[in-house]
Nanobody, 125 residues
Framework: QVQLVESGGGLVQTGGSLRLSCVGS????????MGWFRQAPGKEREFVAT????????????YYADPVRGRFSASRDNAKNTVYLQMNRLKPEDTAVYYC??????????????WGQGTQVTVSS
């Protein structure tokens, strides 16, 4: 059974930082895209960042949504089946439930096959 488990969410003030982690189990994720999405109350789930396999064992491409580019950084440690999202200079509009996902896609939720349960990030003003 494939599982993704996020951690690291919490309450932080504007301008602060958080680091989210997502640990996968049940299969190898090294050849999959590992994405981060978020969903704020009353809004649809939206793409945040992803690392996609380029076909090379050591090279992954990383993509970011415009609102987070330059503030967030996505990375992965395949040996640990873990991906990370370092979030800096957080803003109140970053408040959402953050989800980790694995699959063959890039920015669309429908392209991902596996999802975590989500972790809440709240940024106070």
């Amino acid at each position: 059974q494939v599982q993704l488990v996020e951690s690291g969410g919490g309450l932080v003030q504007t301008g602060g930082s958080l680091r989210l982690s997502c640990v996968g189990s049940g299969r190898t994720f090294s050849s999959l895209s590992m994405g981060w999405f978020r969903q704020a109350p009353g809004k649809e789930r939206e793409f945040v960042a992803t690392t996609t396999w380029s076909g090379s064992a050591t090279y992954y491409r990383t993509y970011y949504a415009d609102p987070v580019r330059g503030r967030f950084s996505a990375s992965r440690d395949n040996a640990k089946n873990t991906v990370y999202l370092q979030m800096n200079r957080l803003k109140p509009e970053d408040t959402a439930v953050y989800y980790c996902a694995a699959g063959g896609g890039r920015t669309e939720t429908r392209e991902y096959d596996y999802w975590g349960q989500g972790t809440q990030v709240t940024v106070s003003s």
